[in-house]
Every structure is written in structure tokens, then in C-alpha cells.
């Protein structure tokens, strides 16, 4: 009879590769690293938009941020809100492009 084994080695070795590849980004996921930065890219956003516009208009205002790119949207006042929000988050070293999807709230 001709049996095949793997060996302990060859075991771990395959666990190991299978845990590298399922930590690879795809164009849908982000490696661990890639979504540390977009997180710290986020915050770095809020924090800037929180002290040009103040705490109530980046309490309102989302920011996403994926590879690079950050989203903003959420509901304003004013349209000069909307561009110093672009702006603060354009600034921001690490940011590729903005998306600004901010709205500006109706006075009804």
C-alpha cells in the first residue's frame, strides 16, 4: 500500500500560506495595514473639520475614507460648510481625493 502523509512541517507550512492569503488585499478588501491607515486618514479628517468648522458641524458631518480616498456626506448649513470640509479633508497628507457629498439642510 502506498499511503501519503504530510508532515508536521509541511502542515504548518501550508496553515501559514493559507493565513498570508487571507490577509492579501483584493480590489474589494484592504490588508490590515492599508485599513489602519484609511482609519487613521479618517480621524485625521474629523479632527481637522472639527477644529476649522467647530464640534457641531463635524459631529454632522460622516467621513469614510477607503485606500486613500475619503468620502464625506451628511447634511450642512451652508455651502460655505460644504467647501471648508472638502478643503480641511483635501489638506490632510496621505488623502488621494475627496469625495464630497455633503448637502446643505433645507430652512423649512
Known amino acids: 500500500m502506498n499511503r501519503h502523509f504530510i508532515s508536521f512541517t509541511q502542515l504548518v507550512s501550508l496553515a501559514v500560506l493559507a493565513i498570508m492569503l487571507g490577509c492579501a488585499p483584493t480590489q474589494t478588501t484592504r490588508a490590515p495595514g492599508e485599513f489602519v491607515d484609511d482609519a487613521t486618514l479618517t480621524a485625521k479628517v474629523k479632527t481637522e ?53 455633503l448637502q446643505i439642510k433645507s430652512k423649512s
Open 49 to 101: 473639520i472639527a477644529k476649522e468648522q467647530g464640534i457641531g458641524d463635524a459631529a454632522r458631518i460622516n467621513v469614510d475614507t477607503y485606500r486613500g480616498v475619503v468620502s464625506l456626506s451628511g447634511f450642512v448649513d451652508s455651502a460655505e460648510v460644504v467647501q471648508k470640509a472638502g478643503a480641511c479633508a483635501q489638506r490632510i497628507t496621505g488623502v488621494k481625493s475627496v469625495k464630497n457629498s
